[in-house]
């Protein structure tokens, strides 16, 4: 199976560990990862901040970018969701694109998807000895179904400790441009989130977007009683029990 | 022709929202109460085994009415004349209010009753029947309390729901007549009080005023669906019934009334059925009011309705379950949407229906959640909707030069691009490697001191994913 990697804008610039993680995992499980070079962004925070024209470009990119592999695995949820969600729509009117598109866009797949789904896996052989909550994010909850398919793959983790979140599947209050334009909503938002975290006393907040994870982050870091650290589950799912 | 009334907000949302997140009570009033209805809504909704085919259902029975609106109110209008009714057309809110008014005034009637009606708090009726000289009494409690409380509703189902019991009862003792200092905040107690007061205006009325949740074309039927049981007074005991519905109510035959007599209660009030369905269907000799009017208005709905992605919000049956699972409501509270249709909703009806104003900020009010669209018993796509509106605003402003737009721009110009894309990840990267000792930035500069008002920002790693991969 040709898997391809697409690493997202966010995690290649302020989250490669995420992306090696991801292909740490896949390598260990005996695939070969490719990463084609020409891919950039997916056009999210353009076409959803009401830039389509400007979105376009991107979109054309990553379909020319990815077409021929079987499968393409990006270790974000919203991403994957403004693949398979959105593109078909922004594609209409134009049949080269939308044929691209419909070759493209049912095969790229969230992490968890590809584990769970594409190969079958739920078990990596991590061990990762610590306390973690997880905050499902919500257009993996919601736009791509991801239901319970992080959470099977954290289970299986040695050492690893689940702690329930309280109104989990509450939004972070990120956003993309809402966490700036509407600032103050989204920062009362993220005030109940931080304060659901620090219930749990979890070492780690996880979640399967590093954006969303930024966002709670830059928030518990200001609090003074918060301990936990956000960390992308696929960097759990890499590690093999030293002490990240 | 765009809609006018008290659908246009006067501020921009984020300032209005600024002044109610000040509000602490508010805030913890909403979360109680939306949660509550929101986990009802839940259990009900979760006993239904068909309940996505109910809802795809709903959808295409009200795709398949708009597609064909003209016609359908042609029928209706015929079947409700025939049945004893007037019909009358309203293009916008200023023409709606000038029909009641006339209605009313030819009655004589000093003082009418109310039925709880989106229609006519939409179209700003009572404020057009107050400066007539005509009184007018919300029967529905929580619309009363607003209305004692010279408020404005703050939500589609619950217009009090930013009150709590203790602030009901101060409202009681201070505006409503005949009620004492020694009136409890026991809920019985209050409805008691409300009772009293309420059943002399019932007696009293010559003319009832509602609205319609459905109109049925084949037989020119209304139907309101209540819980109290006040609507149905309102709706039998006066001589003379006006009725203001919005275009998009109709349904084709009764057949179709089967689907959202399932979908709304539950959706709404977290029951599996409401108390009182009221149905009327022009003048019945001996039976009911004796004079029926029906005021059928546009008042922007006919713009929407030309959006092949925007009219989506006009399937909507004002349950008010995309309001109660909306963390942005849940924090703001409806005042802040400037409407009286707020919430997720209010973002995309109320822009559609006026077209310009301060109501072009209500699209970004959302984080594009998501729980919106899962909770919609008729699916309206409220994120696809909230997107494809502000796509419409950067267009129409296209020609006006903006600092967001240049950004955008540039943005996409070295995204589009793996060189130019590759490069700028480096300069990022080396540019802010002198501040990497200091850990996270704490403070950044206008406007991503938005970011940093409330939250810390990561700095990059030494090494971006492509130049890892590129050495490995």
Redesign the interface.
């Given at each position: 199976m040709r898997i391809a990697l697409f690493?997202t804008?966010v995690?290649?610039?302020?989250y490669?560990?995420t992306?090696?993680a991801v292909v740490s995992v896949l390598e260990r499980l005996g695939h070969t990862v490719d990463?084609p070079?020409?891919?950039?962004?997916c056009?999210q925070?353009?076409?959803?901040?009401?830039?389509?024209?400007?979105?376009m470009?991107?979109v054309r990119?990553f379909v020319d970018t990815f077409r021929g592999y079987d499968a393409v695995v990006a270790p974000s949820g919203s991403c994957v969701a403004m693949v398979r969600d959105?593109y078909p729509?922004l594609a209409l009117g134009d049949p080269d694109l939308e044929s691209g598109v419909a070759e493209v866009a049912p095969r790229t797949y969230e992490f968890a998807e590809l584990l769970v789904d594409v190969l079958g896996v739920t078990d990596v052989g991590a061990v990762f000895p610590h306390t973690v909550t997880y905050h499902p994010t919500?257009?993996g909850?919601?736009?791509l179904r991801l239901g319970d398919k992080p959470l099977t793959l954290l289970r299986a983790v040695g050492g690893l400790e689940l702690r329930p979140l309280a109104s989990a599947?509450?939004?972070c209050?990120?956003?993309?441009?809402?966490?700036?334009?509407?600032?103050?909503?989204?920062?009362?938002?993220?005030a109940d989130k931080c304060g659901a975290v620090d219930a749990t006393g979890a070492e780690y907040v996880v979640a399967a977007d590093n954006s969303c994870l930024?966002?709670i982050?830059?928030?518990l870091?200001?609090r003074a009683a918060s301990t936990a650290k956000p960390i992308h589950y696929a960097e759990i799912l890499a590690s093999t029990g030293s002490a990240s | 022709m765009n809609g006018t009334g008290n659908i246009v907000a006067l501020r921009p949302?984020?300032d209005a929202?600024?002044l109610e997140?000040n509000d602490q009570q508010l805030?913890t009033n909403l979360r109680r109460a939306t949660h509550t209805i929101r986990d009802k809504r839940l259990r009900v909704v979760g006993e239904v085994d068909d309940w996505e085919a109910l809802r795809r259902a709903g959808a295409a029975i009200k795709d398949d009415v708009l597609a064909r609106l003209p016609e359908l109110l042609e029928r209706f209008e015929e079947s409700a004349t025939r049945a004893g009714a007037v019909v009358h057309w309203a293009r916008d809110a200023a023409e709606a209010c000038e029909i009641v008014t006339r209605l009313v005034t030819g009655t004589a009637a000093r003082e009418v009753v109310k039925v709880k009606s989106m229609a006519t708090q939409e179209i700003g009726l009572n404020e057009a029947l107050e400066a007539a000289g005509i009184e007018a009494t919300e029967t529905d409690l929580a619309e009363l309390i607003v209305q004692l409380a010279d408020d404005t509703p703050s939500h589609i189902l619950v217009p009090a729901i930013h009150y709590n019991r203790s602030q009901i009862r101060d409202i009681f003792r201070s505006r409503m007549p005949g009620v004492t200092d020694g009136l409890t905040d026991d809920p019985p107690a209050l409805a008691e009080a409300a009772r009293r007061h309420l059943r002399a205006k019932f007696l009293s009325a010559t003319v009832g005023i509602s609205g319609a949740n459905f109109a049925i074309a084949e037989t020119g039927t209304l139907v309101v669906v209540e819980s109290e049981g006040n609507g149905r007074m309102c709706l039998t005991l006066p001589e003379t019934l006006i009725s203001v519905v919005g275009i998009e109510k109709i349904l084709p035959t009764f057949s179709e009334l089967e689907v959202f007599l399932q979908l709304l209660p539950r959706s709404s009030t977290g029951e599996r059925m409401n108390p009182y369905t009221s149905m009327w269907t022009g003048v019945t000799p001996g039976d009911g009011p004796r004079t029926t009017h029906i005021v059928l208005v546009d008042n922007g709905r006919t713009a929407t309705l030309a959006d092949e992605i925007g009219r989506q919000a006009l399937r909507c049956i004002r349950c008010s379950a995309c309001l109660n699972v909306c963390?942005?409501y849940e924090?703001?509270g409806g005042h802040a949407y400037g409407s009286v249709y707020p919430g997720p909703i209010g973002a995309i009806l109320s822009p559609q229906l006026t077209s310009s104003g301060a109501n072009s900020t209500l699209p970004?009010?959302?984080?594009?959640?998501?729980?919106c669209?899962?909770a919609c018993p008729v699916r309206i796509n409220i994120p696809?909707v909230l997107?494809h509106l502000?796509?419409?605003?950067?267009?129409a402003k296209r020609g006006k030069p903006s600092a967001e737009?240049a950004a955008?721009?540039s943005?996409?110009w070295i995204?589009?691009?793996?060189r130019r894309?590759?490069a700028a990840?480096r300069a990022?990267?080396r540019g802010s490697a002198p501040l990497r000792g200091r850990g996270?930035l704490r403070r950044l500069p206008w406007?991503?001191s938005?970011?940093t008002?409330?939250?810390?920002?990561?700095l990059?790693?030494k090494?971006?994913?492509?130049?890892?991969?590129?050495k490995r």
């Open positions: 690493i804008c995690n290649d610039l302020m490669p560990d992306g090696r990463f070079e020409a891919q950039t962004c056009g925070m353009h076409a959803n901040s009401g830039y389509r024209a400007e979105a470009p991107m990119g959105s729509r919500c257009h909850l919601r736009m599947e509450e939004c209050g990120f956003g993309g441009t809402f966490a700036l334009k509407n600032a103050g909503v989204s920062a009362a938002m993220l930024t966002h982050g830059g928030g870091s200001r | 949302f984020p929202a600024r997140l805030r963390p942005v924090r703001v970004y009010a959302s984080s594009l959640c998501g729980a669209f899962d696809e997107v502000r796509q419409k605003g950067v267009d737009r955008f721009v943005l996409s995204m589009r691009d793996r894309y590759a990840l990022a990267r996270r406007p991503a938005a970011w008002d409330s939250r810390d920002v990561p990059p790693p090494q971006t994913f492509r130049e890892w991969w590129a």
